[in-house]
């Protein structure tokens, strides 16, 4: 950090700046392939039978689904208010919160991307959006102009509906829970701050909910057919060689898009959001190492860079929980015996 205070100095900044146009220039070019699952958007599944609504496994599934989702709900009455840590903890987890969505939104940007690594920009207007992007990640890099930042982001998702459809906008809902964060919290003055702040947490944790509900629509259910690419690809389905010789790629597939839509509404609902956000960071966790594992360390980067700005919401939610508003646990009595558990204290200097 300089003397004054300052992250950059200005000369510095412009550099980079410039640095960084002439390799979106160069990366932005040449990227046309549109890839998700990590497996081309034209794979194909030899024999491949989609589920239908009354298929026994998707009914089981069904009632799977309703008996975690209550049990959440049961759960909730009866665990202790946790306390909210310090305002210099939370202040923390924010910075964290900021810094991985901008790093994230510079990377990808770098590799030709909107939002999402599969996201690959395509035409003019796709160029302009890698722009925009890119100025989004490096004003909240360097903590500058956040708030701005925060209303270029949802202009970039909207410019991200345009170039890929309503159910790719609804599946990165996410950024536009980050920056609805962002704006309330960098908010020009105390009283606003403190007037929205209140909602601000439940904002981002919602649609989150959504965009994880979405993408175990999209890509597992209805698109089960990428997932059991993959799947054949990658032989990440074990559940076989632990004796469940019944558990295919077709049912793995099936299951790993419902435990997604439990998550996410879970996650709207407001109910055991901490516990709940737990189990989601250890499915992230599972999936990189699982690439590790393979040796596949170029997935491995790309997975943890698309995860960046979830693992910054996970964070914030765990500290703070469902938030304060627009949560179930409000109208529903609650049978806590003890509410004064309180929240261990995370060092400044940590």
């Keep these: 950090m ?10 510095i900044f412009r550099i980079l700046w410039v640095a960084l ?28 039978v989609a589920y239908s609504i009354t298929d026994p496994e998707v009914l089981i599934w069904i009632a799977i689904a309703i008996m975690l989702v209550g049990a959440s709900i049961v759960l909730d009455t009866r665990l202790p208010n946790v306390r909210i840590v310090g305002s210099d903890t939370r202040h923390d987890f924010i910075e964290i919160l900021r810094i991985f969505t901008g790093m994230s939104m510079l990377l990808t940007a770098y590799e030709g991307a909107i939002i999402a690594p599969h996201l690959i920009a395509y035409g003019a207007f796709g160029t302009q959006l890698i722009f925009l992007q890119a100025i989004i990640g490096i004003l909240l890099i360097a903590n500058r102009f956040v708030r701005h930042a925060a209303i270029l982001m949802i202009i970039l998702h909207l410019g991200l509906t345009v170039q890929f ?16 964060f962002l704006l309330i919290n960098n ?16 904002i981002m944790r919602i649609l989150a909910g959504i965009s994880l509900i979405t993408l175990g629509l999209a890509e597992k259910l ?14 990440w389905n074990f559940l076989p060689a632990l004796g469940f010789e019944f558990f295919t790629d077709r049912l793995f597939a099936l299951s790993a898009g419902f435990v997604e839509v439990i998550f996410g509404i879970i996650l709207v609902l407001g109910t055991t959001t901490r516990l709940n956000v737990l189990a989601l960071s250890v499915v992230l966790l599972a999936s990189n190492l699982l690439f590790i594992i393979e040796g596949n360390n170029e997935a491995a980067l790309v997975e ?26 409000k109208l529903i009595p609650t049978q806590r015996k003890n509410t004064n558990l309180k929240t261990i204290r995370v060092p400044s200097d940590a």
């Design 304 to 329: 943890f860079v698309g995860h960046m700005p979830i693992i910054g919401v996970a964070l914030v939610l765990l500290l703070l929980g469902a938030g304060q508003r627009w949560k179930l646990r």
């Design 187 to 202: 908010l020009p003055t105390a009283e606003l701050r403190a007037q929205y702040k209140p909602f601000s947490v439940a």
């Design 2 to 11: 300089l003397p004054n205070g300052t992250l950059f100095h200005p000369a």
């Design 21 to 48: 146009i002439i390799l979106l220039l160069l990366s932005a070019t040449g990227a046309v392939a549109h890839v998700r699952w990590f497996v081309d958007s034209s794979a194909t599944v030899e024999d491949f």
């Design 222 to 235: 209805f698109g089960a057919i990428m997932a059991e690419s993959f799947l054949a690809a990658n032989p």
């Design 165 to 180: 459809g309503i159910i790719a906008a609804l599946e990165y809902l996410i950024m536009v829970g980050i920056a609805i």
